[in-house]
Every structure is written in C-alpha cells, then in structure tokens.
C-alpha cells in the first residue's frame, strides 16, 4: 500500500487531460469486431483499458500497441468476428469490460470463464442472467454473493430482449455490440426508470462510426437489424471529462487551471461537470482550445446524480467546502461502484472536518470553510484517492491518503500531474 502525505496547496497551471476510459472502451471494442484493421490512437493506457485488450484477443481480436508523442497510446486493431481462442477472461476491476464482453463471449457458442478482481465479483449481474436463463444457457456463477468464476456459454439468439433502465447502462450497451452480429433482427426495450443515457449515446455514437445501424425510441426502444457488419476505421479517442472533473474543481477552489484536449461538443454525460460548477459559482469556460477553470466562492446547490455518477465524489469535495447546503440526489447507484462511495465520502470528509449525511440515495452537506487535515483512506477506489487529493487544497494541515496506488485503475499518471500543478507530496511508510 502506498501512503502519501499531501501538503495543502492550491494547485494551477495546463494540463493534457487522459482520454475517456468509456469512449477507449467502446472503439476497442468495435475495433476488435471490425473485418480489417483499424487504428485507435490517443489512448491513455490504464488497467481497465488493459484489461479489456487483453479479453479481446481471447475472442480472436490482434492487438498492438506503440507509443505516441506526449505519452498516449495508438492501438492497432486486427479485428474478427468473435471466436474462441483462450477460455479465460480476467476482467480486472473493470466493470465495462465485463458487461460488454460477456455478451461477445455468448456469440460463439463455446464456454469463457470470466474472472475478477476488487469488488467486480459482487456488482450485479442479473439483467445478464435472467437473458441467458430465458434462452436457455450456460451462465453459472462462483457462489451467491461472488459472481466469479462465472462461466458463460451461447450462442445468443435474436430476438425481443427487455433490460431494466436503472442497474447499469453497460447491460445495454453490451448487447448493442453483439445484437447486430446476429443471423436476426432483435428488439431491445428498456423498463423502468433510464439512468445514465449518455452512456449509451456514447454506444451508439461509436456503433455508428463503425458502421453500425441501430434505430431506437427516445433510448428506450431499439430496433437491431442483424447480419451487420463492422468497419475498421481510424480515430483518436477524446479528452475525458471524468478525469477533468478532479483539475476543474481543484481550479475553482483554488487557482486557475487549464486543460488541453478536451471536446466541447462530446456527448459524455460527465461533460456536466461544467454547468454544475458553473451553477455553484465556478468560472468554467472554453478559451479556444483551453477549458479553464478560475477561482470562484462556491455555493450549494442541488446536485443530481442520475446522469453522471462518476464525478459525485469530487462534486461532494467542493459541495463540503461551499458556502450554504447542497443535495445530491439519484446518486444510490454510487454504492455499487468499486467502493460504496457515497459511504467513502461522508466517512473520510467527515474525518476532515466536513459536515455530511448519508441518505440511500445521496448525500446531505453543510459546508465548511476548510477542512483540517489528518488521515483518510482511499477505499481502494480510484476515484476516492483522486477526490481526497483536491481536498487537500483546503486542509489546514497535512493530508495523509492511504492507498494511493489505486488512481492506476484509471489515470496512472495522476499523480505527477498533480505535482506539475504545483502539487507537493512524500511518500511515506503505510
């Protein structure tokens, strides 16, 4: 485990934001259906991208890697139409990876193994289940409260499948990439309330750059003709809210911070960062090809969660050092991430000095003038360690963050971007 001791500082200067982890997910994925070679260039590596290169060769797919300028990655894809060359899927922590495979894995007919790491065994898997039991295949899990090992075996067979809206949009987007590979047409109809619809506009959005068509209905009803076929294609992948998130909420309450190569058309849900800061008193603008974020008073206000859960921890940061109170709402999802992180949020802000209160489905927060400083825990979660460090920038005193390691989950190289804004830290015996 790898503890660091934070002095508190405010942070400023230009970064080159990673690249969106959800948008690498989705072109990897359709590069490696595609017949022919495709190029996906501008990636920032991490485990969970890692993780699901290394699943996509086990169904055929070649991957190579070279290194570009400024530390990205270009990826050449030889892809294929899924089949069996290794049995074992090791998925990581990567809940991505595991829901939009296993429905590819179902499209050979032979039996893959998926294993996994962290929390991933005991997220849901059910929507999955209750498909395949309805068709009348293999899917048998490790125990009742472990999904892994879990072995998965097909094929999948067109037709009307039904998803419940408020689980996960990865259930959806998984069979969006394997419906259209099927000898049918199928039919996709999402009940109940639809959370997280920008994720599955990003779907489809790379669905249609490979040459993928699908109809739907308000994103609730799609019609999939079958016989597809993907088409390779070259493209860079983004710059990733997510990840921008942490710097454009580190800049309103401390110092300017601009950020590189980010889209202001993208279609990622978490691109609401900006509106929401902007709402709580942030200055958040484009400045040609800059996004920066300047110094502000923040305010509280209400915050909902429905649509873009991952930048919740940060936004309780700056929700817990605002003026005034705020409510983030629709934010149960949270707790069936890597960690329950609406409980990691209020325990280790809380130790801080922050004034907040767990609700089922959010959080209630007072705000404070600044935290104290001390000892916190980054529950294994990427996203809690990166929300802790711009915490810092108003502790009184040092900050010691157990568990640092686990931002290479998603950004490894967070923090050395935190120290070329003029972040200071050591690394201490944990």
Known sequence: MTTLRIEPRSLTGTLRVPSSKSMGHRALVCAALAQGSSQVE???????????CDCLRQLGAV???????????????EGTRPHQVGTEMDCGESGSTLRFLIPLAALTGDAFTFQGSGKLG???????EVIFRQQG??????SARDNFPL?????LRPGHFTLPGDVSSQFISGLLFAL?????????????????????????????????TIEHENYRRYRIPGNQQYQPREGAVEGD??????WLTAGMLGRTISLLGMDPDSLQGDKAIIPILQKMGGQVVFEGDRL?????????????????PDIIPVLTVAAALSQGHTEIIHAERLRLKECDRLKAMATELNKLGARITEKPDGLSIDGVEELSGGTVDCWNDHRIAMSLAVASILCREPLTLMGAECVSKSYPEFWQDFKTLGGQYEQCNG
């Open 151 to 155: 072995t998965v075996q097909g094929p």
């Open 42 to 52: 501008g990636v920032s590596v991490s485990r969970d991208i890692l993780a699901t």
């Open 63 to 77: 991957i190579t890697s070279r290194e570009e300028t400024g530390g990205r990655t270009a990826f050449t894809v």
């Open 137 to 142: 295949l293999v899917f048998r899990k490790g």
């Open 122 to 128: 005991s997220r849901p898997l059910e929507p999955y």
């Open 292 to 308: 920066v974020s300047r110094p502000g008073t923040p305010i509280g206000t209400t915050i909902d969660a429905a649509d873009c």
């Open 180 to 212: 259209p590979l099927l000898e049918g047409e199928s039919t996709l109809e999402i009940t109940g309330k639809l959370e997280s619809q920008s994720y599955i506009a990003l779907t489809l959005s790379a669905l249609q750059k490979y040459g993928i």
């Open 241 to 246: 809210y997510s990840q921008a998130a942490f």
